[in-house]
């Protein structure tokens, strides 16, 4: 279905506009979403003319891996012609009345019925700012439809993030904020709810009966790169397990919704962040390592302290992995363990359910514990590769009644995931389509500050002796400990 709107981009001229925004805008265009009701303001300091953000898009959609002539090709110039360039200082009244009339203009040139998405790709000291000047300046139109679209992150812990969800709920309500997080995106994550409710044989054994643990994986293998300034006042704990890996849990342990629907899906969710254990200090010390790399085994590439932008002395974790508990009654006792760092083996993201072992193995003749049967796991592959494998024993085909372990393998085809939409065009569709089932409601975004506070603080209150892994390897040997502890190994382990 075609949609009318009239966005409005904070931070024009930024990356995340020139990687993800534009080129996400011109899929939809390109695909018919969007057509000829449709216009787009992108406002930054910098002073450029509108010829020049032509050619700024039109590159963007270039680099996006796009035929190469497509910068020259009348649909890449037809999109172009939508977008118009304001130079905008964003604490400056008179910028924001001279944004207004020229949105007004479009609105009316492209009769685009006084929709607006705004669209703030900036830091986020500023959200308030812009909020409170959208709302007092009026560009916040009485007819059509009024969105707003936030990045992450938000805050750098509750106090920080009520304060900046204060600010923006002044100028918004709560069903007009859109709070972007692209993992929500991605396909094999919106899946999760598909295989959990929509096997009858999955769904009847995703309890605690049956799940021995979890294991969720965010790996990297590339370094903090030129995120090293962000990297320094985040750390990986805030950067990704307060959002990626805590939405992936929701996912993974909420009730199941009466309906598939944004609300229903939106109050499991809340539901299962508020089941997770909130730790004490102690209990956040027992249960979560963190980690910083250093050099690889060659020595060809730096340690993290010593990368441009980061301080020699950095207390700064680039490695998670910890221990979560559910009070969910349908998971209760079942350990979900999850790590995340930079520079690990390879980059890999994939989520593995460990189902309990067989009581007896019956074809062991020796009656030893140590030839018990493999267990079975469910592993779903989010990225680079997406599927599915599972891990089953069966007989091995000898004269005796050996077993042997095999795994059913479904993986998308390269020809399969070219038609998946990119994360940031399936959100921003979203958006344009008023659905927030894939988008963070401010209770996701509280509850999940409130685990991870009580992390941060328990080690801020102690000095880490990093670096203390090896770039290439898996991370700090207390990672492998932490399973160890309660008997159990990492399922993945990139370094075999």
Not at 305 to 328: A, C, M, P, W, Y
């Amino acid at each position: 279905m075609t949609q009318q709107a009239l966005f409005i981009i904070f931070g024009g001229t930024g990356d995340l506009a020139y990687r993800k925004l534009y080129p996400s805008l011109f899929r939809l265009y390109e695909k018919g979403y969007l057509k000829d009701n449709f216009a787009v303001i992108g406002t930054a300091r910098r002073p450029w003319t509108d010829d020049h953000y032509h050619e700024v898009v039109m590159n963007a959609v270039a680099d996006d891996g796009h035929e190469s002539d497509r910068t020259n090709s009348e649909l890449a110039r037809k999109f172009a012609s939508h977008f118009y360039y304001q130079s905008h200082n964003v604490n400056d009244t008179e910028h924001y009345v001279a944004l207004r009339n020229l949105a007004d203009k479009l609105d009316e040139k492209y009769d685009l019925q006084g929709n607006r998405i705004y669209y703030l790709a900036m830091a986020p000291r500023f959200f308030g700012t812009i909020a409170a000047h959208l709302k007092s300046e009026k560009l916040i139109t009485d007819h059509g439809y009024n969105r707003l679209i936030i990045e992450k992150p938000f805050g750098r812990d509750l106090k920080t993030a009520k304060e900046l969800n204060d600010d923006i709920s002044a100028a918004f309500s709560e069903d007009q904020i859109y709070r972007i997080d692209h993992y929500l995106g991605k396909e094999a994550i919106q899946s999760i709810a598909a295989l959990r409710f929509g096997n009858q044989i999955v769904s009847s054994l995703w309890n605690k009966e049956h799940i021995d643990n979890i294991q969720i994986t965010l790996a990297e293998s590339l370094g903090v790169e030129e995120r090293a300034g962000y990297y320094e006042t985040a750390g990986a704990l805030r950067d990704m397990v307060q959002n990626h890996i805590l939405q992936i849990i929701s996912l993974l342990t909420m009730e199941k919704p009466s309906k598939y629907t944004a609300s229903e899906l939106r109050d499991r969710k809340v539901e299962a962040l508020q089941n997770i254990k909130v730790y004490s200090k102690e209990e956040a010390l027992q249960n979560f390592v963190r980690g910083q790399y250093g050099e690889d085994a060659d020595h060809t590439q730096s340690d993290y302290r010593h990368e441009e932008g980061t301080d020699e002395q950095s207390q700064i974790e680039t490695f998670v992995s910890g221990k979560l508990e559910t009070e969910n009654k349908t998971l209760a006792g079942v350990p979900i363990y999850v790590r995340t760092g930079k520079r690990l083996a390879r980059k890999s993201t994939q989520i593995s359910v460990v189902f309990k072992n067989v009581d007896t193995n019956i074809f062991d003749s020796t009656d030893a514990d140590s030839n018990l049967l493999d267990q079975n796991v469910l592993t779903l592959y989010i990225e680079p590769d997406q599927g599915y494998r599972l891990d089953l024993n069966v007989k091995d085909g000898g004269q005796t009644y050996g077993i042997m372990p095999i795994h059913l393998d479904y993986h998308k085809t390269a020809a399969e995931k070219a038609k998946i939409p990119e994360a940031y065009e399936k959100l921003i569709h979203d958006v344009l389509d008023g659905n927030r089932t894939n988008f963070a409601h401010w209770h996701e975004v509280a509850q999940a500050w409130r685990i991870v506070d009580v992390i941060r603080e328990a080690w801020d209150s102690e000095k880490a002796d990093f670096p203390n892994y090896v770039s290439g390897s898996m991370g700090p040997q207390a990672s492998q400990d932490l399973l160890k502890r309660d008997h159990r190994n990492w399922i993945f382990d990139a370094t075999n």
